[in-house]
């Protein structure tokens, strides 16, 4: 069986090729994927599969009369934060499968946002065309319920990567920091103050990683060129290149602690045994960070000014096992989903 895996793919985003990673190893002997991706050599020459251009609505309906299943891979696709005409794309892919009889499989999903009234009213359409649903969160899976809609649903399917030895005691304070609407200007500031006096308090460098290569790489360097960044910040700190998520883990595994605002920054800092503390910009965020115990700055919030005692407290001391490890389990449930298609056999 050859099944279309679609998803936000080769687009430089090391929580996407993540994701990838786990679901091209979660699918059954025998099921050959091809991929839709952006930068399709990138992820041919990563995972060693077929692609298909997805931003050519018409060339991913082509691929998708070549394959025998759909399987719409992790993440949030089913919202319209990107745009209408996003959710219009994974609807038109959905339909396009069904009418040829082929499953549609919703692999580790999160539902929405949803902010507007026609986009609620599409995808409460959309959900019974799936022929079996993982969701990666309680509350799309209410959502879903309150649809009618009932489906198993775990932890993000990023936990299902091997957790890695934490070896960063005294190491450096590594950021996973993106651009957001909620910090624009001098909003970044309490911020990066907390940070200079926790990194001077501790005497560590500070790493710059750019979790996604197009939207967070030279963030390090606006803020300098607006005059956000104090001068001791500014000598400690220095832009780290990496290409993979097992790049980042491993700089995630040799950091004293990690700030992360990214989900899947967060989500491999605790995979591989880091120290940690989240910025949420986004409920998904404060979920992750609430799973693993770590603590967590709501971006909507006003700063309370103990950031720098908040992140010093878990500076070099690596959050309880316990919890990760529940985390890995519940990940579980969507491998049982792409069981379903051994031998070719939709879902129940």
Request: proline content about 6%; charged content about 15%; overall charge neutral.
């Given at each position: 069986?050859?099944?279309?895996?679609?998803?936000?793919?080769?687009?430089?985003?090391?929580?996407?090729d993540a994701l990838?990673?786990?679901?091209?190893?979660q699918?059954?002997?025998g099921?050959?994927?091809?991929v839709?991706?952006?930068?399709?050599?990138?992820?041919?020459?990563?995972?060693?599969?077929e692609?298909?251009d997805?931003?050519?609505?018409?060339?991913?309906?082509?691929?998708?009369?070549?394959?025998?299943a759909?399987?719409?891979?992790?993440?949030?696709?089913?919202?319209?934060?990107?745009?209408f005409?996003?959710?219009?794309?994974?609807?038109?892919?959905?339909?396009?499968?069904?009418?040829?009889?082929?499953?549609?499989?919703?692999w580790?999903?999160?539902?929405?946002?949803?902010?507007r009234?026609?986009?609620?009213?599409?995808?409460?359409?959309?959900l019974?065309?799936?022929t079996?649903?993982?969701?990666?969160?309680?509350?799309?899976?209410?959502?879903?319920?309150?649809?009618?809609?009932?489906?198993?649903?775990?932890s993000?399917?990023?936990?299902?990567?091997?957790?890695?030895?934490?070896?960063?005691?005294?190491?450096p304070i590594?950021?996973?920091?993106?651009?957001?609407?909620?910090?624009?200007?001098?909003a970044?500031?309490?911020?990066?103050q907390?940070?200079?006096?926790?990194?001077?308090?501790?005497?560590?460098?500070?790493?710059?990683?750019?979790?996604?290569?197009?939207q967070?790489?030279?963030?390090?360097?606006?803020?300098?060129?607006?005059?956000l960044?104090?001068?001791?910040?500014?000598?400690?700190?220095?832009?780290?290149?990496?290409q993979?998520?097992?790049?980042?883990?491993?700089?995630?595994r040799?950091?004293?602690?990690v700030?992360?605002?990214?989900?899947?920054?967060?989500?491999?800092?605790?995979?591989?045994g880091?120290?940690?503390?989240?910025?949420?910009?986004?409920?998904?965020?404060?979920?992750?960070?609430?799973?693993?115990g770590?603590?967590?700055?709501?971006?909507e919030?006003?700063?309370?000014?103990h950031?720098?005692?908040?992140?010093?407290?878990?500076?070099?001391?690596?959050?309880?096992?316990?919890?990760?490890?529940?985390?890995?389990?519940?990940?579980?449930?969507?491998?049982?989903?792409?069981?379903?298609?051994?031998?070719?056999?939709p879902?129940?």
């Amino acid at each position: 069986m050859r099944a279309l895996i679609c998803g936000y793919y080769g687009e430089h985003n090391l929580g996407d090729d993540a994701l990838l990673q786990v679901l091209l190893g979660q699918l059954p002997a025998g099921c050959v994927p091809l991929v839709t991706a952006h930068d399709q050599d990138l992820v041919h020459d990563r995972f060693g599969v077929e692609t298909t251009d997805r931003r050519r609505l018409g060339g991913v309906i082509a691929a998708l009369g070549r394959c025998q299943a759909l399987v719409l891979g992790g993440g949030s696709l089913l919202q319209d934060t990107t745009s209408f005409q996003s959710l219009l794309y994974y609807g038109a892919l959905m339909l396009a499968a069904r009418l040829r009889g082929q499953p549609v499989i919703l692999w580790g999903q999160g539902l929405g946002p949803l902010r507007r009234r026609r986009s609620r009213a599409l995808v409460r359409r959309l959900l019974p065309l799936a022929t079996a649903i993982s969701w990666r969160d309680d509350s799309s899976a209410a959502q879903a319920r309150a649809w009618g809609v009932e489906a198993s649903v775990g932890s993000d399917p990023v936990w299902a990567l091997p957790a890695q030895p934490w070896s960063g005691r005294g190491g450096p304070i590594v950021l996973c920091f993106r651009p957001v609407q909620q910090l624009n200007g001098a909003a970044w500031i309490p911020y990066l103050q907390a940070l200079e006096r926790l990194a001077l308090a501790a005497d560590r460098e500070v790493l710059w990683l750019p979790f996604h290569q197009d939207q967070d790489r030279g963030l390090l360097a606006r803020l300098i060129q607006q005059d956000l960044l104090g001068e001791a910040l500014a000598s400690r700190s220095r832009e780290l290149a990496v290409q993979t998520p097992e790049d980042a883990m491993d700089a995630f595994r040799q950091a004293g602690l990690v700030l992360a605002m990214r989900l899947h920054g967060l989500i491999l800092a605790a995979l591989a045994g880091s120290p940690c503390a989240a910025l949420s910009y986004d409920p998904k965020v404060a979920a992750a960070a609430a799973g693993i115990g770590c603590p967590c700055q709501e971006l909507e919030a006003p700063t309370d000014g103990h950031l720098q005692s908040t992140w010093a407290a878990v500076l070099d001391t690596p959050p309880q096992t316990a919890g990760i490890a529940a985390l890995q389990r519940s990940s579980h449930v969507h491998r049982q989903v792409l069981a379903a298609l051994q031998d070719g056999v939709p879902p129940s």
